[in-house]
Structure formats: structure tokens, C-alpha cells
């Protein structure tokens, strides 16, 4: 299985303060404690040619985990088209914290993806409402944040196909953080927790929810159905009995 993590790579430019929390990246972290576990994770981002995702890149990954904040808009069409089309393939796409509002995120829902949210440094729980769910495992009844961002209800995304987790903040407001659907031949994860200036993608759980989304999402063998015209009828089944 391949992974690769992509991430707009502008905060680290810009804040001292990411830059001085995640020195390879807000990528280069979550690409460290995933190879823990898988051999071949390679990163991308924005400012590289095509934005890391080559024909050649996408064709070989398995697994698409993306981050995004404040340059939602300098993706490229283009680039969201054949993401979009390879999700549809089968390739799994992971989305983290504010990849909610990244292009490719919302042409896949079909919804604004719009929610509340308060910066300050609040205490959030995730609470596990499906401890059935292979994204959970090696996760206990929650996971505890001591300093996070506020994302808050109403999320206006389509019901999601599996509600894994939910959230609680100080605030009093919760939210739906851990998420899956189908579009396709492709699993979609979204997970809510990784505001830049936090240090985030440190926490050992939140680093297992992401190797489980990367496992559970990946692509599989099976080739997308056949579409259109089908000119050549299938062989009828002749009835019972007969020679």
C-alpha cells in the first residue's frame, strides 16, 4: 500500500509558531508516524509542480490523506478533477481538521461544508459512538485533547455513512468529528481534530485514528463497474429444468 500525505505547506512558511511545532511540515509529521507502521508514504504539496499529484503520483497511491487551511482556492481544478476521478477509482481520501472546506472535500459531499468554530485554546473530547468500527481500534471510550480549535454543529455535510465520533468542547458545543462515506469504489474519512498552532498530530491517539483511516480506506482490487451502453446482452438464464 501506498500513502500520500498531502498539505499546503503555507503556515510553515509564514508562523514561526507551526514552523517551530512541525519543522518538516505539517506533512512531514503525519508522513513520520505513518511510516511506523507502512513502508511507502511519500508527501506532497501545494507550491510543488502539478501540486505533488502527478498522473504518475495518483496512479500509484492508495491512500490520499490531505490537509489544507488558507489556500483552499490555490488548488487547481485541474488537479481536484483527477483526485476526484481516482477517489471514484477506489483511492482512499483521509481529511483532516480544515480540509472541510478544501475543493475536493466539497465536490465530493455536494455541500457547503460550512460550521462554526472558535480559535482558542479549549479542552475537546471525542467520544466514540461506534466502538465496533475498525477506525477505532486501539482507541478506549474517548480521546482527550487539552488544547484545540472549536468546530461546531450544525456541519453541513451530507448524513454521513458511518458517525464513528463526536465531539465535545468546554464551549458546550459538539460536533460530528469522525465521519465516513462512499463515493464510488472509493472510501472517504473525514476527521476533525489539527489546528496548525496545536501540537496535534503529537497525540498518540489521534496518530492511531489516522493509521486505522489509512488501512480502512485503502484502495482494493476490485476494478469500478462498467458504465453506459452495454450492446452486448448477458446470456439468459434458462429456466429450471430444462436440458
Known amino acids: 500500500m501506498h500513502i500520500t500525505v498531502w498539505n499546503e505547506n503555507r503556515h510553515e512558511q509564514t508562523n514561526p509558531e507551526v514552523r517551530e511545532l512541525y519543522p518538516e511540515g505539517i506533512h512531514g509529521t503525519i508522513q513520520k508516524f505513518l511510516q511506523e507502521e507502512y513502508d511507502s508514504v511519500g508527501t506532497a504539496t501545494l507550491d510543488e ?7 504518475e503520483v495518483l496512479a500509484k497511491t492508495d491512500v490520499l490523506v490531505w ?3 488558507q489556500a483552499h482556492e490555490d488548488v487547481a481544478d485541474e488537479i481536484v478533477e483527477k483526485v476526484h476521478a481516482r477517489v471514484l477509482e ?3 481520501l483521509v481529511v483532516l481538521h480544515s480540509g472541510h472546506f478544501s475543493k ?3 465536490k465530493l459531499m455536494g455541500t457547503s461544508c460550512d460550521l462554526k468554530w472558535r480559535e482558542a485554546e479549549e479542552t475537546e473530547r471525542l467520544w466514540v459512538v461506534d466502538p465496533s468500527h475498525p477506525l477505532t481500534e486501539g482507541i478506549g471510550e474517548y480521546i482527550e485533547i487539552e488544547k484545540e480549535e472549536m468546530y461546531g454543529e450544525h456541519f453541513d455535510i451530507p448524513a454521513p455513512d458511518e458517525l464513528v465520533m463526536t465531539s465535545w468542547f468546554e464551549g458546550g458545543e459538539v460536533f460530528r468529528s469522525l465521519c465516513t462515506f462512499h463515493r464510488g469504489n472509493g ?3 473525514y476527521f476533525r481534530p489539527g489546528h496548525e498552532t496545536y501540537p496535534t498530530y503529537y497525540h498518540k491517539d489521534v496518530q492511531r485514528v489516522i493509521k486505522n483511516a489509512a488501512k480502512w480506506s485503502a484502495a482494493g482490487s476490485r476494478p469500478r463497474p462498467v458504465y453506459g451502453n452495454h450492446d452486448t446482452p448477458i446470456e439468459p438464464i434458462s429456466p429450471k429444468g430444462d436440458a
Open 187 to 189: 472510501k472517504i474519512v
Open 104 to 106: 475536493i472535500f466539497k
Open 49 to 55: 509542480p502539478e501540486h505533488g499529484l502527478t498522473e
Open 67 to 69: 490537509w489544507g487551511h
Open 90 to 92: 477506489g483511492m482512499g
